[in-house]
């Protein structure tokens, strides 16, 4: 059980391109949803926490203009880079998490390459 | 301000050989301790949780961790490491909110 599913698993496109990440979770509705960039052999650093139905919260630093997150339905949130230049390359990773005192569980991560 | 460190950055350990992964957390109030899993590309598998209660916690693959508040550690032991255990630990801290705080990360390495 706890399975998140996140799409595309790679993408590499231009820079100025617009780039959306999916992030499901298959078996449990996901009462909050969380979205992590990790860089080559570094931990992953908390961009933002989305609740379904309500705004996401970004942590300091992050741009929530570049970085739009939805969180539509409790089965699904999306992360769309907008206008993505080489800099926004990395690896991010989604987490989901249902009820109370569950932990969060994770997707297998996209590898985004920007040209 | 919750914080992790993870002061071993990589380690090898021989294949049947016992491993621990130490973790050391800062937190204000009682934490929730995470021990997560992340082979090459891969997202992250949860090994083990500690929410409440007994502060030995047993994890998948034969992994436990101990709760020591007196120390405010939390680390991950197997006692007879497989190759397949090679990859990234972290381990990570959160509260209620249940945003997570994770630690640098240790390498693990499993020479035959």
């Known amino acids: 059980g706890a399975v998140v599913s996140q799409h595309p698993s790679r993408v590499i496109c231009k820079s100025g391109t617009s780039v959306k990440i999916e992030c499901r979770s298959l078996?449990?509705?996901?009462?909050?949803m969380f979205w992590y960039r990790q860089f080559p052999k570094q931990s992953l650093m908390l961009m933002a926490t989305s609740n379904e139905g309500s705004k996401a919260t970004y942590e300091q630093g992050v741009e929530k203009d570049k970085f739009l997150i939805n969180h539509a339905s409790l089965t699904l949130s999306t992360l769309t880079v907008t206008s993505a230049h080489p800099e926004d390359s990395s690896f991010y990773i989604c987490s989901a998490r249902g009820a109370s005192n569950q932990p969060q569980h994770f997707g297998d991560g996209t590898r985004l390459s920007i040209l | 301000a919750q914080s992790v460190t993870q002061p071993d950055i990589h380690i090898t350990v021989s294949e049947g050989a016992s491993l621990e992964l130490r973790c050391n957390y800062s937190y204000g109030a009682t934490p929730y301790l995470f021990w997560y899993v992340q082979s090459p590309g891969q997202g992250l598998q949860l090994l083990l949780k500690?929410?409440?209660?007994?502060?030995l916690v047993q994890g998948i693959k034969g992994f436990e961790a101990e709760f020591k508040r007196s120390q405010s550690s939390f680390n991950l032991r197997k006692p007879s490491v497989h190759w397949s255990d090679a990859a990234e630990y972290f381990c990570?801290?959160?509260?209620?909110?249940?945003?997570?705080?994770f630690g640098a990360g240790t390498t693990v390495t499993v020479r035959a």
């Open positions: 500690y929410f409440s209660g007994d502060t």
């Open positions: 078996d449990f509705q996901a009462t909050t």
């Open positions: 990570a801290v959160g509260g209620d909110d249940y945003k997570l705080s």
